[in-house]
T-cell receptor
């Protein structure tokens, strides 16, 4: 149990579908992140939320839309995705303002776009 | 841009041997470094961290070495076990840049032969 839970674990969607990925952290952290992990690529930071406010958006296409309703929950809404968006999407949380900023990760959602 | 990179994609060792995984980083302003382990089907898990005011830190069976002169980080695993087989990532953070999230290297796959 990592303290960060992601659902679903696996998702297959068509290019015209709309779906959402969910992340919940039980660690009392104040920052949450979405990362994308593709084969043979480093983890790519997508979005950062600090105290429920989006503070970083790394040039992610608008077909990915994050939402952070409270400090424990983070969503990634998906719409009109492309096959190249197939990847493992990882959610993480950390405690800003602490000496160390290690991130705790969820298990990820394996997304396949067909 | 700044980057943290792993140059050896796969390391194969015999069970019981020591493993050394290397990482080079390019940003001399980085002051906090973490090693993560990612097993198949799971999210990255924290192993050990080190701040830039240290050059060595030990954990249980793991040691991280930091050489700021050449901007090099290594992870040493003593008496490698089959359960150590995974992909290992180094990650860095920079203090006082306003950036909150970690930057990850591309990863090294460790294969432990029984």
């Amino acid at each position: 149990e990592t303290g960060v839970t992601q659902t679903p674990r696996h998702l297959v969607m068509g290019m015209t579908n709309k779906k959402s990925l969910k992340c919940e952290q039980h660690l009392g952290h104040n920052a949450m992140y979405w990362y994308k992990q593709s084969a043979k690529k480093p983890l790519e930071l997508m979005f950062v939320y600090s105290l429920e406010e989006r503070v970083e958006n790394n040039s992610v296409p608008s077909r990915f839309s994050p939402e952070c309703p409270n400090s424990s929950h983070l969503f990634l809404h998906l719409h009109t995705l492309q096959p190249e968006d197939s990847a493992l999407y990882l959610c993480a949380s950390s405690q800003e303002g602490s000496q160390n900023t290690e991130a705790f990760f969820g298990q990820g959602t394996r997304l396949t776009v067909v | 841009g700044e980057s943290v990179g792993l140059h050896l994609p796969t390391l194969s060792v015999q069970e019981g041997d020591n493993s050394i995984i290397n990482c080079a980083y390019s940003n001399s302003a980085s002051d906090y470094f973490i090693w993560y382990k990612q097993e198949s089907g799971k999210g990255p898990q924290f192993i050990i961290d080190i701040r830039s005011n240290m050059d060595k830190r030990q954990g249980q069976r793991v040691t991280v070495l930091l050489n700021k002169t050449v901007k090099h980080l290594s992870l040493q695993i003593a008496a490698t076990q089959p359960g150590d087989s995974a992909v290992y990532f180094c990650a860095e953070n920079m203090k006082d840049t306003g950036r909150r999230a970690l930057t990850f290297g591309s990863g090294t796959r460790l294969q432990v032969q029984p």
